[in-house]
């Protein structure tokens, strides 16, 4: 398992948190469905937090929509942790916030 910490690490000058994080989820989670939306603009009125290396990077808030078969049998609080753990490191590195919809296939497709 990759976690994002590890990825960050490694990342290639001008890769974007977003792009970090498709990464990380993409290879942790095989999703069906990854729709990541930075919502940042929408909390521009937020006091800037220091944090890390990336202090005053504009992408601190995500919207994620993932349907992945890894979620299956698991809660929904153990699959908002799980997303949580993958994400660790941007989260103590500027992410503040993800708002989370996390689906099984079978959900995805009784939803539709």
Not at 42 to 57: C, F
Request: charged share 25%.
């Amino acid at each position: 398992m990759t976690s994002l910490s590890e990825s960050t690490a490694c990342s290639a000058p001008g890769v974007t948190r977003a792009q970090r994080v498709r990464k990380v989820l993409e290879t942790a989670l095989f999703p069906t469905r990854l729709d990541i939306q930075d919502e940042s603009h929408r909390h521009a009125h937020h006091v800037e937090q220091t944090r890390g290396p990336h202090a005053g990077a504009t992408e601190t808030h995500f919207r994620l929509y993932i349907v992945s078969p890894t979620f299956e049998g698991m809660s929904r609080v153990a699959r908002s942790r799980k997303v949580h753990e993958l994400l660790a490191g941007e989260l103590a590195d500027g992410l503040h916030a993800l708002a989370l919809t996390l689906r099984t296939p079978a959900e995805e497709e009784a939803a539709a």
